[in-house]
């Protein structure tokens, strides 16, 4: 009871679609690409193509879901919750697509193209829907920076639990070797994630729910125009902080699809079988995604004391610092290029967990600049992602470019593993990459977030209530 009483409703039903697109996101980013390279025998043209088609439309379905939630006058999409509670199961259903083959794909067979193109674009449709109205949930449902660190302190133990998955799905399916046990496991995550989701949309609150009650006559008079989206979004992106972190986010989010596509990719081929089983490479990756979370809990008192422009300052310094020294170690230490892919992937995970902070303070000085009725927090965060989201698309496309300039094309071919000596450019290759990829990002974020200037919102935990 004592327990229960501790608890905060709100901040725990907030989480939940957290939970649930945690579970789902972490498995789809972690095996697409494996999946659709090794299994169904995508070709590397067909590969590129649906990242072209999925990197336009992941531009710009953010921003366009964002004007529409901010300003549309139907409850399924002008209430954040409902948008939430009614996406959530297409939301499922769309991160059930690449799973289940259309057919028995041959290599090279076009249909795998198009299957990619159609999961791609319809789970991160689903997916923008979604987090677009959660993100404006956690910008609208306090403006205090103790209540907003609360929700990222709850918010992470969801994303801690949910990203067990990879490690449950790596252990139930043999890191997908077991592809029938596999199917059934994502299955049943997109049932949980579902319940998850549709929780937030019945229990969740907003400070602006009142308001909107009050409003809700002259709001209705509001009508969709490409005029104001256009007016709206150049608002947005007068304010230099904005512009600033956009830059620093897009690398953030290349970085982070660099880890979390080609993690096993790199570690199959450069830490032999016999140095890591099998069950310890799945805790490896499930480590990756789970212990990012632990990390921004641990981290609560430092950014109270410091705030999170200079913990996230920190984290770049950090990355570069590591990159170079495993650099300078070599490929031949096999344990500990598995520590090191394991903390990059922990760092970069923990330090995007708290990007909403900025962004939020980035909705409050723009609501206050413009003094705006209601907050445009979905348009915020969607033009954010019109601008990061194509850094999805382009790491996949450049780092699958690379490695097949060095065989990798021909290694995925072959049915019996061939003599490892043939391939050492490739394994070269991989090592460069995962050392010189993350210190190149690192040094281009440090240089564009020390001018960020909104470095003080957590001296000041008393905003003013809106």
């Not at 990719?265 to 499930?286: E, Q, T």
Request: charge should be neutral.
């Amino acid at each position: 009871m004592k327990l229960m009483s501790r608890i905060h409703p709100n901040a725990l039903a907030y989480s939940m679609t957290t939970l649930g697109a945690g579970m789902m996101n972490s498995v789809f980013n972690f095996y697409y690409v494996k999946l659709f390279l090794n299994q169904y025998k995508i070709s590397e043209g067909a590969f590129h193509q649906a990242q072209i088609v999925f990197m336009i439309w992941n531009a710009i379905n953010d921003p366009l879901f964002g004007y529409i939630q901010d300003n549309s006058r139907a409850p399924c999409c002008s209430r954040r919750q409902a948008s939430i509670f009614y996406g959530a199961p297409l939301y499922a259903l769309a991160f059930l697509l690449p799973w289940f083959p259309w057919k028995q794909y041959q290599e090279g067979d076009w249909l795998s193209g198009l299957h990619l193109v159609v999961a791609l674009c319809a789970f991160d449709g689903m997916l923008t829907f979604v987090l677009l109205a959660q993100c404006a949930l956690f910008a609208e449902t306090s403006t205090r920076h103790d209540s907003r660190l609360q929700l990222i302190k709850y918010n992470q133990v969801a994303t801690l639990v949910g990203s067990t998955s990879i490690l449950f799905c790596g252990l139930i399916s043999n890191n997908m070797e077991n592809f029938t046990h596999f199917q059934v496991f994502v299955v049943l995550v997109g049932v949980i994630a579902t319940a998850c989701m549709c929780y937030t949309g019945i229990y969740s609150t907003s400070q602006y729910e009142e308001r909107e009650s009050l409003v809700e006559g002259s709001e209705a008079e509001r009508v969709f125009s490409w005029s104001s989206i256009l007016l709206l979004t150049k608002q947005i992106m007068t304010q230099r902080n904005f512009l600033l972190f956009v830059t620093m986010n897009f690398f953030q989010v290349f970085h982070l699809a660099f880890c979390s596509n080609f993690m096993m990719i790199f570690a199959d081929n450069l830490i032999p079988k016999h140095v890591l089983s099998s069950s310890l490479r799945s805790i490896m990756y499930g480590a990756g995604f789970i212990c990012p979370q632990g990390l921004v809990l641990i981290s609560q008192f430092p950014l109270k004391k410091f705030g999170y422009y200079k913990v996230v300052l920190f984290s770049f310094y950090l990355e570069a610092i590591a990159a170079v020294l495993m650099f300078l170690l070599g490929q031949e230490h096999h344990y500990l290029l598995a520590v090191y892919l394991t903390v990059n992937m922990v760092i970069v995970q923990a330090s995007f967990s708290l990007f909403n902070l900025p962004l939020a303070d980035i909705v409050d000085a723009d609501f206050k600049k413009h003094k705006r009725r209601s907050p445009l927090s979905s348009m915020v965060f969607g033009t954010n992602a019109f601008f990061t989201k194509p850094a999805q698309s382009l790491a996949p496309m450049l780092v699958v470019n690379v490695l097949n300039q060095f065989g990798y094309a021909n290694l995925n071919s072959k049915v019996v593993e061939p003599d490892p000596n043939l391939f050492l450019g490739l394994h070269d290759a991989m090592f460069y990459m995962i050392c010189l990829v993350p210190l190149g990002v690192a040094a281009i974020q440090i240089l564009t977030w020390t001018p960020f200037s909104i470095r003080n919102s957590h001296l000041t935990p008393m905003h003013a209530e809106m």
